[in-house]
Structures are given as structure tokens and as C-alpha cells.
């Protein structure tokens, strides 16, 4: 069994969770979530402000971990942290610390990719959501879909050109002037609407698309954003709960007929949502609906485990562990950073 201590600091979350395991059987011991609440009063993450937050939550998070897990810093057998992609500054304090404190119990480091992370958060609560499956990882600041093999082993498959898919609710929602963030204030607006009256396109979905196509999977939110700008701007626009449902409604259908055209191209079984938007009723109860026909089966996490946490980075981090990997003393974060273990 191996003791790993999670560090994430990559946005707006300081988290530290202690898991304990070996393979894909692993308890999680603890996990503390602290989510930057000083971020509400701009309207978005201010980076300076949420390093120095960061700075200051990081040590009683940790100390919370431990207590949660009754546990004390020598039971630590290595220390695995988020080294992007994410905000320079935020990344910096989980690494240094991580680091110091790693080189302090004199026990090795392992860094993580954020996204590799989500790809292992599922299996937290699901013991079937592991490879080989697709994977819909949507977030405030990341959409990709991706085909994992095996742990270690993907496929890239498409990603955003413009908006993340929680980016794009969070600016509807603003328009809709519903309070940040926007996504679930807009699912439950979403939620009343008698809809008929707008319908917005689907964005990058068209019949014609073939596998190869660099847009067969890619995804854009922008247009559809502008769409939703212009109904709100007529001179007698629609209710705002039909146009939050409008706008539910085809950012949700992309994203589920995107997701099944992976599933078929690649014959999998298994459908594996990640991120904050993964939260949404409508998309997971769109996918399950899609998947059931080319029968898959939808993993979707629960809301502390969909959002950045670090007992996804603990959990990737056992996986390099256990393959012998060790980051040395030049460890350092990334702005940008491209997913370990792809597939050509
Ligand atoms: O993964 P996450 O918690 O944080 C980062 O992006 O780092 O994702 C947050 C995003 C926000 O854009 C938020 O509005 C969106 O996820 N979100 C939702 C829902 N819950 C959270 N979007 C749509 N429907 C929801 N129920
Ligand atoms: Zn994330």
C-alpha cells in the first residue's frame, strides 16, 4: 500500500487529500476542498489574488487533510502535485510546497497533469470507470474529449476552438444577469422554461463531418454565446428562462453527439465525465439518454470530485508512482502543458 498526499492549486480550489492504495484499489482518506470565494466580487478568477490565497490556505488545508485522514506527515510516502496547465502564480505555491515538503520527509515528488487528474477522478467513486473508456471533460476552463485505452494510454480527440463550456454558461448566465458563476443559476432558470420560441444552431455539428475531419470532434462555444447576446439585445427579446433553455439545450446536444461519435469511432463501452459542468442534470440525463442507444454506460462524478480537487492528482499521481516515475528537483509549473501519454 502506498500513502500519497494530493496537492491541487492549479485555479481557484486550494485542495490537499490523502488516498492510500495500490492499482485501481485505493480508499480516499480524506480530502479538503477550500474554493476562493474572493473571486465572486470581479466576476471571474483574479490570478494575483488567488496565488496569494493559495498562500495563505495551503498549510491549515494540508493540516485539515491530515486530521481528516488521522494521520501525521511521516505516514506520507510520496507527494503528488498539479504542475499545469493552470495559472503560473496558483500552480507555483502547491509545487514549491510540495516540493519543500517532500524534500522536509525526505519521500520522492511526483508532478501531475490537471487534465490526467480528471481523467482518474471518476474512478474515485466508480469502479467501472476506468479504461478503456471516452471521456467529456467539461470545465470553466478546459473541454476535451478523450480516448483513454489505459491509464497512461490516450487519444486527444477534440477540444474547444474558443469558449470552455463552463466559460460559455458563466457569460450567458452574465447576460441572463444571473450571479458568478453562472452554470447552475442557469441549469435551474433552464430548468422553468416553456421553450418554442428561440432555438440557437448547433455549434460544429453537421451531418457532413467524417472522422478525420479536424472539426468531427472539435467543439466552439462563441458563436453560440453571440447568438444568445443577440436574442437578449432584441427589442423584445424572449423570457430569459427560454433563452437559458435555448442555449442549454444546444451546448448539451454538441457536446453529447460530439461524445457519441467517439464512443462509436472507437467501439467503447464506457463514458467517463469530468469538470464542473459534468454537474449538469441536463447533460448527464442527454448523455445517458444517447448512450443507452449505442449501449455505453455514463460515468458522471459527484460535485466535489467533478470540480478541481486533489484526490484526483493523489490518484493519477499513485499510477506514475507505481511506474517508477519520479520528478527531480527542477519541478517546475506550467501556463501550458501537454497530456502525458499520448497515442499518435
Ligand atoms: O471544474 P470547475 O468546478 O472549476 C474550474 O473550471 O476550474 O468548473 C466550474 C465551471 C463553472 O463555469 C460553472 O459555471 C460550471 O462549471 N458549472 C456548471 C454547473 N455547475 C458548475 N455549468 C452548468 N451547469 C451546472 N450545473
Ligand atoms: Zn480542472
Redesign the pocket.
Known amino acids: 500500500m502506498t500513502v500519497v498526499l494530493g496537492i491541487e492549486t492549479s485555479?481557484?480550489?486550494t485542495s490537499v487529500a490523502l488516498l492510500e492504495g495500490r492499482g485501481d484499489e485505493v480508499t480516499l482518506r480524506s480530502l479538503v476542498i477550500l474554493s476562493q470565494d474572493v473571486h465572486r466580487l470581479f466576476g471571474g478568477v483574479v490570478p494575483e489574488l488567488a496565488s496569494r490565497a493559495h498562500l495563505t490556505a495551503i498549510e491549515p488545508v494540508l493540516r485539515g487533510a491530515l486530521s481528516e485522514a488521522k494521520a501525521q506527515l511521516h505516514d506520507i510516502d510520496v507527494v503528488a502535485v498539479t504542475i499545469g496547465p493552470g495559472l503560473v502564480g496558483a500552480l507555483l505555491v502547491g509545487v514549491s510546497f510540495g516540493k519543500a515538503l517532500a524534500a522536509a520527509l525526505e519521500k520522492p515528488v511526483v508532478g501531475v497533469h490537471h487534465m490526467e487528474g480528471h481523467l482518474f477522478a471518476t474512478s474515485l467513486e466508480h469502479r467501472d470507470a476506468i479504461p478503456p473508456f471516452t471521456a467529456l471533460l467539461?470545465?470553466?476552463?478546459?473541454t476535451l474529449i478523450v480516448d483513454a485505452e489505459a491509464w497512461g494510454r490516450y487519444r486527444m480527440l477534440g477540444r474547444t476552438r474558443d469558449d470552455?463550456?463552463?466559460?460559455a454558461?458563466?457569460k450567458v448566465?452574465k447576460l441572463l444577469g444571473l450571479p458568478y458563476?453562472?452554470?447552475?443559476h442557469?441549469?435551474r432558470l433552464a430548468a422553468g422554461a416553456t421553450r418554442g420560441r428561440v432555438r440557437f444552431a448547433r455549434p460544429m455539428l453537421r451531418r457532413d463531418q467524417a472522422p478525420g475531419d479536424a472539426d468531427f470532434y472539435d467543439l466552439s462555444f462563441s458563436g453560440l454565446k453571440t447568438a444568445a447576446l443577440n436574442e437578449v439585445r432584441r427589442a423584445e427579446p424572449a423570457p430569459a428562462a427560454e433563452i437559458a433553455a435555448a442555449f442549454q439545450d444546444s451546448l448539451v446536444e454538441t457536446l453529447v453527439e460530439k461524445t457519441a461519435r467517439a464512443v462509436q469511432q472507437h467501439g467503447r463501452t464506457r463514458v467517463v465525465l469530468g469538470?464542473?459542468?459534468a454537474?449538469?442534470?441536463a447533460?448527464v440525463d442527454a448523455m445517458r439518454a444517447r448512450m443507452a442507444m449505442l449501449g455505453a454506460s455514463v460515468y458522471a462524478p459527484s460535485g466535489r470530485l467533478?470540480?478541481?480537487n486533489a484526490a484526483m492528482i493523489a490518484r493519477a499521481g499513485l499510477f506514475h508512482f507505481e511506474r517508477g516515475f519520479r520528478s527531480g528537483p527542477d519541478l517546475n509549473a506550467y501556463a501550458s502543458l501537454t497530456l502525458p501519454g499520448l497515442l499518435a
Request: glycine share 30%.
Open positions: 485555479c481557484d480550489e467539461v470545465s470553466g476552463g478546459h470552455a463550456a463552463g466559460e454558461f458563466d448566465a458563476p453562472g452554470g447552475p442557469l441549469e469538470g464542473g459542468v454537474g449538469n442534470g447533460l467533478a470540480t478541481d
